[in-house]
Structures are given as C-alpha cells and as structure tokens.
C-alpha cells in the first residue's frame, strides 16, 4: 500500500545520512538560537510603531522616500504580509474543511468562494477600512488592520481552493486507514488532511505572497472616501515615490523588493519544500531530493528535540480534548428518506434568500437605470470572458510543460523556485505606463493587449499549482515509465499531463478568478495624457466608480461573479470531478 514516506534525506537536506558530530551539532544550535533572538528582538522592534496612537494630525497621507528608510518599510512589509498569510492558512484550514465535510455547505461556500475571489481588493478595503478604524479608535493598529485585511484578500482564495481540492481528492486506502484506526477529527486532520495537502498548499503560500506584492501598493498607501490613509512599507514607497516624480526611488524599492524574496526564498520557502518531501506517496526514497542548507543546520541542532518535548504535551491534550466530538467513520449512515427531506428544505431555504436577493437587485436596477442596463453589462462580459479564456489556453500551453519540467526535477526546481518567485512577485502594475506607451507607439489594440496585462499577474496561478502537481508525482511511476521504455509523447500522454491535471484545474480557477479581477486595472490604461480603454465589464466598472454611480457598480460585480460562478460549475467543477474520479492516485 503506498503511503507518506519519511524521507530523512529529504528533510535533512543533505545526500548524506550519517550523523552530524556533536561539534556540528553545538555549532547549529548556536546559530538556530541566535536567529531565535534576532527574529524576536526585530518583532520586538516593530510592534511598538504598529500600535502607536494616531497624532493630532491624524493618520499621515504620505511617507517618506528617504532611501535609507527603505529597510524599515521592507521589514513593515514584511510583517504585514507573514501576518496576512498566517491568517488566510488558517481560513483555508476552516474554509476548506467546512466546504469538503459538509455537502450543503459546500453548494453554498464554493460559489461563495468563486465569487470572493473575484471582488476587487479596493472594493474590500472600502467596507473595511471604517470598520477597523471604529475598531481601533484612535490607533494606528485599526489601519494597520485594514492593510493586512487588504493583504488577505489577495492571498486567501487560491489557498483554500487548493486545500478543498487536496480534502476531495484524498487517496481512499489512506481515508480507509484512519477510519479502521479510529482517528479523531483532529488526530485525522493533522495526520492526513494536512500532509496529503501540503506540498500544493506550500506552492500556493508562495504564489499567494507573490501575489499579496502586486497588491501591495494599494493596501499602504489606501484611499478610500476622498480620504488617503498611508503606512510604512515598500507599497507606499513606491506609491510615493510615483506622485512625486521619483523614478529613482521606485528603482531602489523594486531592489530592496527583490532582495526581500530572495532571502524568503531561501529562509523559509526552501526549506519547507526540502521538508515538504516527507508527504510525498510513493514507496521508496527519492533519488533526487530538494535541498536547504537552513533546513540541514535546524536538523543538525536540537531545536526540534526541544520542541517536541514542549509540544508533545500540548499535542496529547487536544486529542483528548478532541475526541468526544466523534472518531472517522463513526457515525451511522444516514436514513436515505431524512437525507432527501433535509436537502430539499436546505434547498428550498437557500432559493428562496437568493429569490429574494435577485428581486430585490433587479427592482433598484429597473428603478436607477432600467433593465437594458444590466443587459448591456452581461454583453461586455461576454467580451472580457473571452480574454479570460484566451488568457488561461495560452497561459496554459506555455506554463504546463514548464511547470511539469521544474517539479520532476529538484536541480532545476532549486535553481529556478528563486527566479519564479522573483517574477511572480515582481508588481506588473509598475510596468503598466510603460506598456502603455508600447501600446501607443506600435498601434496595438487595448482589447488585445488587455490579455497580455492580465497575464502578468494571473499566469503564475497555473504555473505554480502544476510545479507542485508535478513534484507529487511518485518516483515509483516515473521509474516504470523509464524502465517500459515510453517514447516522450506516451511518458507525457499517460503519466505526467493525467497526474497534473487536477493541480491545473485548481490553477485555472484561481487564475481565471484573478484574471476577471484583474481585469478592473487591465482594460483602461493611463499614462499622462495617454488613456486606453478596452471595451468589457473591467472597464465598466471602473468608469462607474470613478463616476460614484454606485448601481453601475454593483450591475458590474454582480455582472462578473454571476459569470465566475456560471463558468466553474459549467466548465472547472465537471473537470475537477474527471480529475478526482480518473486521475485520483490510488492502487
């Protein structure tokens, strides 16, 4: 039966598996203890400056773009975005599992989910941000509070469809196992539903950061109600720096920027993907295995001796705390009659509150603007949907085979994970006025450079859930393939594009979701006097907002998240069903 291998080689980050001499060993806990201290002394540093009250002037409304201030906003920045992503896997863990376990709660969270991802983050951050400056009265933490909120929006969805997809698509035989083990919810959620998710998880964490740089900007330096609310960080440098003519200033921001993901590549996301090799399925050890020199000197200390002996206690006690909410497989089946009558009062409930929602929608629609309105917004889009779906083909014909490359093979993956994060995470909107000028001066039709907008930001979804697809792949069956002498095509045809096929599909909905959001600042462009405007909803709605014609902002949201909603359960949720029930690893 295949199951999680602990790979020590893997997680040691070394080709060598004899043990380390105690003066290695004292050495490591030497520098594992003072990077302890210096991560609590910098934590120490920075808590003060969040907290702080609002001065008589009230919240500042621009920063400084000094230079020398630029490893302070970095280290803000930073802060910002680990609190964000700490916040959004633990939404994904509660998300995820209520939309997995529950049937009729995932008819409604997935939608809802669908949707969410593709609400523009300025259209949180304007319900948001009153809500935690009331929350936080007279602090600066309640627009601290708003910024990592903003943060989190761009971050959360694409974790929790790729955790939600890793619970649907769980190997029987292990689901199987921790019922006849009669493993409680938390016991089985640590023990399986976490490792089997977590190398697609990891990837996601880093395209989520990735992402969480593009919108950075927006959520330091927020306006919102003819109002500008500005906090330390390299966004607001950048936002800054742009107003006032410093080009300079973006330069060295967007070095600091880079330098900042290279050491959180190899800080933190190296390392994890060196361990995240222990939750792999396959029967035996990988020949090639990813590698981290932080991750050998943790194993190399007794740092995680010590943390076991604190956390093993913890541990024990929350699963006794833990089982009297039941075991898996415990419960009895359900009467086939009362679990019909349940699902269609469930289902008459909730048809009847979004009978009620859609009524009430249409009448101040035909009340402000008349119904041909909302006629006109589905026509544009139609149009922006097929951008979309332009986009995904070409994004995918490019991003698979690439992706499927850099996940079977650990030496490329370690030599191109850093340049991949650098890329993803490098804030297209910076380039936009470039591009714009291109545009002009070669005579290119917005309506098709459009794509190529939405395509700086959206394309890494793909690649990084097929990267992550590509590297579960067991090693098993990628020596059978080698030893029944498969030409490339039949290697590709029958092992490498069915085992990513579900990683893509998830990467598809995520990009897709972000391409329709992205899509508000793709499809009119502007630089100094130079604006073009592509016909579709982006468009639509960004014209209603600057206009204040609140009814047309919500005929275009309501417009785009009807499509989002329709395109998946029409098109991704049939794929995602094919990937579960063919191309599902089992045995």
């Not at 602990?6 to 003072?34: H, K, Q, Y």
């Not at 609400?119 to 009265?137: A, D, E, K, M």
């Not at 019909?340 to 469930?346: C, I, P, S, T």
């Not at 579960?472 to 002498?485: F, G, K, S, V, Y």
Request: aromatic share 12%; proline share 5%.
């Amino acid at each position: 039966m295949m199951t999680f291998t602990f790979n020590r080689r893997a997680i040691a980050g070394e080709g060598d598996t004899r043990p380390a001499s105690l003066t290695t060993r004292i050495l490591s806990d030497c520098l594992v203890v003072a990077g302890i201290l210096a991560f609590g002394g910098l934590i120490a540093y920075l808590l003060p400056t969040i907290a702080a009250p609002i001065g008589p002037h009230g919240v500042p409304s621009g920063v400084s773009t000094d230079v020398a201030r630029l490893p302070y906003y970095a280290m803000r920045s930073v802060l910002r975005m680990a609190v964000a992503l700490l916040v959004s896997l633990v939404f994904s863990f509660i998300y995820g599992l209520a939309a997995a376990r529950s049937r009729r709660a995932g008819k409604i969270l997935i939608p809802l989910l669908d949707i969410l991802q593709s609400v523009p983050i300025l259209g949180f951050l304007s319900i948001s941000v009153p809500f935690w400056l009331t929350l936080f009265p007279g602090s600066m933490l309640g627009v601290e509070a708003a910024s990592i909120f903003a943060i989190f929006t761009s971050q959360a969805w694409n974790m929790t469809f790729s955790f939600y997809h890793s619970l649907r698509s769980e190997p029987k035989e292990l689901v199987e196992a921790a019922k006849n083990l009669r493993l409680t919810s938390w016991q089985r959620f640590w023990t399986l539903d976490v490792p089997n998710a977590c190398i697609p998880l990891l990837w996601n964490c880093m395209m989520s950061v990735s992402g969480g740089w593009f919108f950075l900007t927006a959520s330091e330096m927020i306006s919102v109600n003819n109002r500008t609310y500005a906090l330390p960080g390299i966004g607001s440098f950048v936002a800054q720096s742009a107003a006032e003519g410093r080009f300079g200033g973006i330069g060295w921001a967007i070095v600091a920027m880079v330098l900042v993901v290279l050491a959180i590549d190899f800080l933190l996301w190296k390392p994890l993907t060196a361990w995240a090799e222990k939750f792999r399925i396959t029967q035996n050890a990988s020949s090639a295995v990813s590698t981290s020199l932080v991750l050998t000197i943790i194993r190399q200390s007794h740092v995680d001796e010590w943390l076991g002996r604190l956390l093993r206690p913890i541990g024990d006690l929350l699963d006794r705390m833990m089982r009297p909410f039941g075991v898996t497989g415990a419960s009895r089946p359900a009467d086939p009659r009362r679990r019909r009558a349940g699902d269609l009062v469930f289902n008459v409930i909730v048809w009847i509150l979004l009978a009620a929602g859609v009524v009430y929608m249409l009448v101040t629609i035909r009340h402000d603007t008349g119904l041909g309105e909302l006629a006109y917004a589905f026509a544009l889009g139609g149009l922006t949907f097929l951008r979309v779906a332009l986009l995904i083909v070409l994004c995918s014909l490019i991003w698979v085979p690439i992706g499927a490359v850099i996940g079977m093979n650990p030496k490329i993956s370690r030599f191109a994970q850093p340049i991949i994060q650098v890329l993803a995470s490098f804030p297209a909107n910076f380039i936009f006025p470039f591009v714009t000028l291109w545009f002009v001066a070669w005579h290119i039709d917005i309506g098709w450079g459009s794509i190529l907008l939405m395509a700086l930001g959206t394309q890494w979804y793909i690649l990084f859930n097929v990267i992550a697809g590509a590297s579960q792949i067991p090693d098993d069956l990628r020596e059978m393939a080698a030893n029944m002498h498969l030409s490339r095509w039949m290697r590709w045809k029958t092992l490498i594009l069915p085992a990513v096929f579900s990683s893509w599909c998830t990467g598809g909905i995520t990009a897709a979701g972000g391409a329709w959001n992205a899509s508000i600042v793709s499809e009119v462009v502007s630089y100094r006097s130079h604006t073009l405007t592509a016909q579709g909803i982006g468009s639509y709605i960004t014209s209603a907002t600057a206009t204040g014609d609140m009814t047309r902002v919500l005929i275009g949201v309501a417009v785009m998240g009807v499509l989002v909603v329709a395109i998946n359960r029409l098109f991704w949720e049939p794929l995602q069903r094919l990937a579960n029930r063919r191309y599902a690893l089992t045995v």
